[in-house]
């Protein structure tokens, strides 16, 4: 049976420490959609996407991926699952060369008599062709990371989840880093990957990034849900009222 529901959660609570960063939160990520995850500082966005993603893990509460509980001990296992994530910190490894990065995790090897090895020359070629659909314009891919803009890592990191397809994109501040047209080319992705049947949940502070291109917003208020609304019956406007003010939005 197909789920119109890709990830449920059902009471998710976090503590470090003394700190409640998340108090109890049940919602939906649909299937084919653009899910605006939203909320001021602390307000437990980072630390919900990073239990999605297998990066922490919940004190209490579960979670459904395609109707089946899932519990994640790594990102690795949710990245198994067809569960990618652009990180808030992102994080390229710097000391390597690009092509290393885009493929990491996913190195293509061959076959030379009974060894396998890395087929870097592959890596390289594949590499550059989808870094420039990417619309990031790099000198080579044997480039080390060090030497690219915080916006062009981000956008590698981006065009590496659109490239290799995910079922649920996990993005935290996308376009914190990214020049006008970066945003824009990233956008394009984000809609290209709903529309092929992904989900995706796109964190920002600032409404009016995700408002354009979402379908549905969560808006948390430390570590609460304050508001799960369909974009039909909230403007932007409303969005940041709710915000401001720590009250779910009026409809
Ligand atoms: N590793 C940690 N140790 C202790 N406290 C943490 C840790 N990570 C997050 N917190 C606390 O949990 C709360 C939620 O943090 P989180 O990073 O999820 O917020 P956020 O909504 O992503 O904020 P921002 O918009 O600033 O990125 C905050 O009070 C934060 O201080
Ligand atoms: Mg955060």
């Known amino acids: 049976m197909e789920h119109a529901t890709m990830m449920r959660l059902e009471n998710i609570s976090k503590y470090f420490g003394k700190v409640r960063a998340l108090n109890n939160i049940s919602m939906d990520i649909r299937r084919n959609e653009i899910l605006g995850l939203l909320g001021d500082n602390g307000a437990g966005k980072t630390t919900l996407v990073n239990i999605i993603a297998g990066a922490l893990a919940a004190n209490q509460g579960r979670m459904y991926f395609e109707g089946q509980q899932v519990e994640f001990s790594s990102p690795h296992e949710a990245k198994q699952m067809g569960i990618d994530t652009v990180e808030q910190h992102l994080s390229l490894i710097s000391i390597m060369s690009i092509a290393r990065n885009f493929y990491l995790g996913r190195e293509l090897v061959k076959k030379i008599g009974p060894f396998k090895v890395l087929d870097q020359k592959r890596m390289d070629i594949d590499c550059k062709r989808a870094v420039e659909e990417i619309g990031v314009r790099v000198r080579s891919p044997e480039d080390l990371v060090s030497t690219l803009s915080g916006g062009e890592r981000q956008a590698i990191a981006i065009g ?92």
Do not use: W
Request: aromatic residues 8%; hydrophobic residues 45%.
């Open 160 to 251: 590496r989840a659109f490239y290799f397809g995910c079922k649920l994109l996990l993005l935290d501040e996308p376009l914190a880093a990214l020049s006008i047209k970066e945003a824009r080319k990233v956008h394009e992705m984000i809609l290209q990957i709903r529309d092929a049947g992904s989900s995706v949940v796109y964190i920002t502070h600032n409404v009016f990034h995700v408002y354009p291109i979402a379908d549905r917003f969560v808006i948390l208020d430390r570590g609460d849900k304050l508001s799960e609304i369909e974009k039909e019956n909230v403007s932007a406007e409303a969005i940041i009222e709710a915000i401001a003010t720590g009250t779910p939005v009026k409809t």
